[in-house]
């Protein structure tokens, strides 16, 4: 099993916290990636102070910050920005990290983020994702010397140079979500991982089949995908060590072993088990207290040597 760390700094980090939480990641060797949302609004009771970061100028930081850790969202907002202009700024990065970019991209759904800062929230929002799915990999597969022209009910590209080119020969793409029928279709047509955010062991095992199902008719295989789930991680050595963790994240630990994945190491690894019998390789695991080194530094040591 797969283990990566994914952030939520919306909820109140700095720079310098993620780069203090990716570094660490990288050091302690049991995660093979730092991942983040692309959010710009707080969500729930805290404070969000000092304020929403970049996603795509956080990762460009770490790109140089880091070394080996992979990089990436989930999922970049797809009402943010333009096709063009994400294509652009993604491959750069990818070149800056010297090819450990990974690129989620979704439709965007938070709507008071929007409002808070100008950003419009268009009504059709899965056709704009598909566009933009198609414009992006189209410019990154473009071979040098040729152009690239799209032509789309929301975007127009006219004689591209589809500069610059990522340094992977193909950046990874991540596609995710629950919906049953367009998502599978999207997944099969551009993902090379799906991923499913906060979901059950039986909501993902239906999903996954309805996935691999979409990706034969589409006439690739199944297992040309990787599938994935994001979980929030609430993992103390003992029960009081897992209550005070649930309690700083403002969570109750009965809905957290419910929804997520808390416990002692032990009850986790079972946990992450049953999601590997239903075809999970892989597992992003939702740190929300970005503070407590600790934490990952016991899922490193304790939860990931038994995974093997």
């Not at 992006?136 to 006219?158: A, C, H, P, S, V």
Request: with cysteine.
């Amino acid at each position: 099993m797969d283990l990566r760390v994914f952030t939520e700094p919306q909820q109140g980090a700095s720079y310098d916290t993620l780069l203090t939480v990716a570094r660490t990641a990288e050091e302690l060797g049991a995660f093979s990636a730092f991942f983040r949302s692309d959010h710009y609004l707080k969500m729930g009771g805290v404070s969000g102070l000092p304020g929403p970061t970049d996603a795509w100028i956080t990762l460009a930081g770490l790109a140089r910050e880091t070394s080996t850790i992979r990089l990436g969202t989930l999922m970049t907002a797809a009402t943010f920005r333009l096709p063009g202009v994400l294509a652009i700024q993604v491959a750069q990065v990818d070149a800056m990290s010297g090819g450990r970019v990974e690129f989620g991209l979704g439709a965007g759904w938070y709507e008071q983020e929007h409002t808070a800062y100008g950003v419009p929230f268009p009504k059709e929002r899965f056709g704009r994702l598909e566009e933009q799915l198609a414009i992006i990999t189209g410019l990154w597969g473009t071979k040098l010397g040729d152009t690239f022209d799209f032509e789309g009910e929301y975007y127009r590209l006219n004689d591209s140079p589809a500069l610059p080119k990522p340094a992977q020969e193909k950046i990874p793409v991540l596609v995710g979500g629950t919906g049953p029928t367009r998502t599978p279709a999207l997944a099969a047509r551009f993902a090379d991982e799906f991923n499913l955010p906060f979901t059950s062991i039986e909501a993902s095992a239906a999903q996954f089949g309805r996935v691999r199902a979409a990706v034969e008719r589409a006439g690739r295989r199944p297992d040309e995908l990787v599938y994935s789930n994001a979980l929030v991680a609430c993992v103390g050595r003992d029960d009081a060590e897992v209550a005070r963790r649930a309690a700083a994240i403002g969570r109750e630990v009965d809905e957290l072993k419910a929804n997520g994945l808390a416990g002692t190491p032990d009850e986790v690894v079972e946990r992450i088990g049953r999601y590997a019998e239903i075809g999970t390789e892989r597992v992003y695991l939702q740190i929300l207290d970005l503070d407590d080194l600790d934490h990952l530094e016991l899922i490193a040591s304790r939860v990931a040597p038994q995974l093997g």
